[in-house]
């Protein structure tokens, strides 16, 4: 009885130190962007850095506030976040299917891998001029700007995660009498899905890159845009709330994903 | 009744021969048997004398190189086999019931005949606690037992098992023998067992092949008369079994002396 109450003890001890050990370490994850902020709010004040090219981040907050009081700046994010939404789906959806398909047959595979391996270099900047003659200048065109950077990390992972599996459960299914349609979507899928959804985390943050990068060059609204015609007109706080906002969404949609990872692979 | 016996598995002259880098490796030749509907067949031999190699064979997932068999249907809708495979292969994006179900599901059973087949399988082999569970919160004996009751809860003509016991230790291996015995004594199901226990195919058999290898080949069979229900400490008394098991050890012994000289 004795050592059963110490061994309790003993264990509910080592408990709450990992539970304070827990805490201090969200602590520090919260602390270390607070601590820059701060210290950029300082030197900012005291102007040892240029305010003009640094205004402090309390000024940078009340921009904000004030440009999202006239609506203007809720369309431009609208704006954004639409075309990286539906630019995300075009690139997606068709990756994972062609990813899995080149996973599950090697003549597929041995066709389209030299295909991708050459167009997966050239930079989606680099091939604008060639989009916006194909589409237009319209917002077709920077959604497939966007749909076509984040299709090469989701079809290499997808087909990675494909000849990931083990032999054993393509056996398995095929002893079990799996048709193409099963084998692909309750052997093929979810098999590939941890690495390939490692390939969507990425082909997301690509998204956001190349969605900023595209308003700069060839937009009239979007966050991209903003920061750009701001610039221009050098009103830096308005292009700092640009960049808060990417960084923002940014963080947020690798969150989601996150989120979005532990429910599509409960079983890891 | 007549006394003629029903075939339910015809092999022969089966070969396989597999090519690595130019090297021939003769896996099976000239495999010759047939198996009654309803029999217990173990088989024993070394490693690497094709054992998996035939039971992939059988199983459809692997061509004969020359030769042929047969698994005689009894008309039903029933799959002609399924196989409990050496790696286990329980499936870790599904839980422990999908599992179970997995040959039910592919073969798009009704959904009652689904859960009903199931439940009644995740229940004989003692798993209906654990039904929700992905694989990786189970131990390696709760998986075979997955697997195991996979392969029953599909209800095939014949069923392969390619040494489902192998990784336990013997307490675990004790009771499941003595599951499979009992479910195996309700269904009457054909089965082919690989191990490398005597003791196991002893307790288990009607019949035992062993095999050479490298060639492949069955050498002999052994019939086992013991009366059952078996259980392993009466199988462990009986002092047949003792001049059984030497039999078959010798026989081993040479057979993995023979193969140690060749490589
Ligand atoms: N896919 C393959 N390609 C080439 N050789 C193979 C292949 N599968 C099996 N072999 C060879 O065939 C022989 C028999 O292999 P098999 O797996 O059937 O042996 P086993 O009797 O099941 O052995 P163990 O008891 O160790 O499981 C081995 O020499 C093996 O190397
Ligand atoms: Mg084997």
Known sequence: MEELKKAVEVEQQDFKRKQRSKRIKQVLTISSPVFMLLIWEILSQTAIIDPRFFPPPTTIIETLISMSASGELFEHVKVSLTRILFGFLMGVIPAITLGLIMGMYSSIRHFFSPLIMALMPIPTLAMLPIILIIFGIGEFSKMVTIAASVFFPVVINTVAGVMNIDKVYSDVAKNYGANPKDFFMKIALPGAMPVMMEGIQMGQAIALLTIVAAEMIGANSGIGYVIWMNYKAFLISEMFVGLILISFFGYLFSLLLRGLQSKLIPWK | ?263
């Open chain 2, 1 to 263: 009744m007549t006394l003629q016996y029903e075939k339910k598995i015809q092999v022969d002259h089966l070969t396989k021969v597999f090519l690595k880098n130019r090297e021939r490796v003769m896996a099976l030749e000239d495999i010759n048997f047939s198996i009654r509907d309803g029999e217990f067949v173990c088989i024993l031999g070394p490693s690497g004398c094709g054992k998996t190699t035939l039971l992939r064979i059988l199983a459809g997932l692997e061509k004969p190189s020359s030769g042929d068999y047969n698994i005689e249907v009894n008309g039903s809708e029933r799959p002609l086999q399924s196989m409990v495979f050496q790696e286990q292969g329980v499936i870790p994006w599904m839980t422990v019931e999908e599992n179970v179900a997995l040959g039910l599901r592919m073969r798009h059973a009704p959904k009652k005949l689904i859960k009903e087949r199931t439940n009644l399988y995740l229940e004989k082999v003692g798993l209906t606690k654990y039904k929700n569970l992905f694989p990786k919160e189970l131990s390696g004996g709760m998986k075979q037992r997955v697997s195991i009751a996979r392969a029953f809860a599909n209800d095939p003509e014949i069923l392969l098992m390619d040494e489902p016991f192998a990784a336990l230790d013997e307490q675990n291996k004790f009771i499941l023998q003595e599951e499979l015995l009992s479910i195996w004594e309700e269904t009457k199901k054909t089965v082919i067992f690989i191990t490398h226990s005597i003791d196991e195919a002893i307790l288990l058999s009607d019949r035992i092949f062993l095999m050479t290898s490298q060639p492949g080949t069955i050498k002999e069979e052994v019939k086992i008369d013991l009366p059952r229900p078996r259980q392993m400490t009466q199988v462990r008394s009986d002092p047949n079994t003792a001049d059984v098991f030497l039999k078959i050890w010798n026989h081993l012994q040479d057979e993995v002396q023979e193969s140690r000289n060749q490589s």
